[in-house]
């Protein structure tokens, strides 16, 4: 995907990577409306999959980004920015396993190149939940899901995809298209049956030499994305109508799945998820090693999924410091 940039300020300017996810919407929702504008703004943004957003901060090209969580095991000194992410608590419609097979006759799975947190997930969930290691393997690009499923007993399929597949098998299964013997398991939901617990599937993450030369500057940034949030939350409506005019999704499906399905609040039960998510990942040898989690420490005090809203950004703009995770999900 193109690294386009929206709109630059200074050469100071803070690099905002995103990703151009329906699920995404709500959280750049103002940085894009203050950008359309016109207005200058001390931040740039730019979009990328998931996974490319990852060799991004890592390589330097970007300072911020909405990260999927495995990749914090491969990042050294990254810091967790407070209080937004993308998660869910139960199913969530757009991280899903499809298959025409019972699970325990899956022998070869096609993982989905976007999300690397996703094919995590699906491997830990056979590891822990479903039983047996089938083969992982990477489809061709481009194909769909019934050509996927040609060769592949199951898929993951991730973000729009997901809702696209669901969109036309509600289409076609009257009239038996091809996938109306598609069978889903959403594996957010696989997530908590298994640990009762939130599932965060993506988190901002900054390079940590950005708290040294700019920790007032990437303050200011916290409340300018919580913000941005805050606009996206009030106008979530808005933003279903027009997802489900250009997905051909109905609006029903874009405002549950905007307003009930994802969830963006990081608070405390949500990194308990997050650790304990990583530390199985280590534990079936899906990473290296459990990272030492580090958080910006303003976001110690942010409750779950349920944080008031308007408490939560109401403190001004100061330097953040940072320290580890501890296992209460407090610094």
């Known amino acids: 995907m193109s690294d386009a940039v929206t709109k630059r300020d200074s050469a100071r300017s803070l690099r905002i990577g995103a990703v151009a996810y329906l699920n995404t919407k709500p959280l750049v929702y103002g940085l894009e409306r203050e950008i359309a504008s016109g207005a200058n703004v001390p931040y740039e943004l730019s979009y990328g999959v998931p996974a490319e957003l990852a060799d991004r901060l890592t ?20 810091t967790v920015l407070p209080g937004l992410g993308i998660t869910a608590l139960g199913a969530v419609r757009s991280v899903v396993l499809a298959t025409r097979r019972p699970i325990d006759r899956i022998r070869r799975v096609a993982l989905d190149p976007e999300s690397r947190t996703s094919n995590a997930l699906v491997k830990l969930l056979f590891a822990e939940v479903w039983g047996g290691w089938p083969e992982f393997v990477r489809p ?9 499923l040609d060769s592949c007993d199951a898929a993951v399929r991730i973000g729009d995809k997901a ?34 617990l939130p599932f965060v599937f993506a988190a901002r993450v900054s390079r940590a030499a950005i708290h040294e030369t700019d920790a007032a500057g990437l303050a200011v940034l916290v ?20 997802a489900a005019r250009s997905t051909g999704l109905s609006e029903a499906v874009t405002t549950a799945y905007l307003t009930r399905d994802i969830r963006y609040r990081l608070g405390d039960a949500e990194l ?8 199985l990942a280590a534990r079936h040898e899906i990473i290296d090693h459990a990272p030492e989690l580090v958080l910006a420490s303003r976001a110690a005090t942010i409750e779950s999924c349920e944080a008031d809203r308007e408490s939560a950004g109401a403190a001004g703009a100061v330097p953040f410091t940072s320290g580890p995770l501890t296992s209460g999900g407090t610094p």
């Not at 509600?170 to 997530?191: I, K, Q, Y």
């Open 223 to 242: 409340d300018t994305l919580e913000s941005s949030y805050r606009a996206g939350e009030r106008h979530a409506h808005e933003i279903a109508r027009e």
């Open 163 to 196: 809702l696209a597949d669901e969109r036309e098998r509600e289409e076609t299964g009257a009239s038996r298209g091809a996938l109306d013997d598609v069978v889903v398991h959403d594996l957010a939901e696989a997530w908590y049956g298994h640990t009762g």
């Open 59 to 78: 390589a330097e090209q970007i300072d911020v980004a909405l990260l999927p969580v495995i990749e914090l095991a491969g990042l050294t000194g990254a």
């Open 272 to 279: 308990r998820g997050l650790r304990r998510f990583l530390e």
């Open 140 to 148: 061709r690009e481009g194909a769909d899901l019934e050509e996927i």
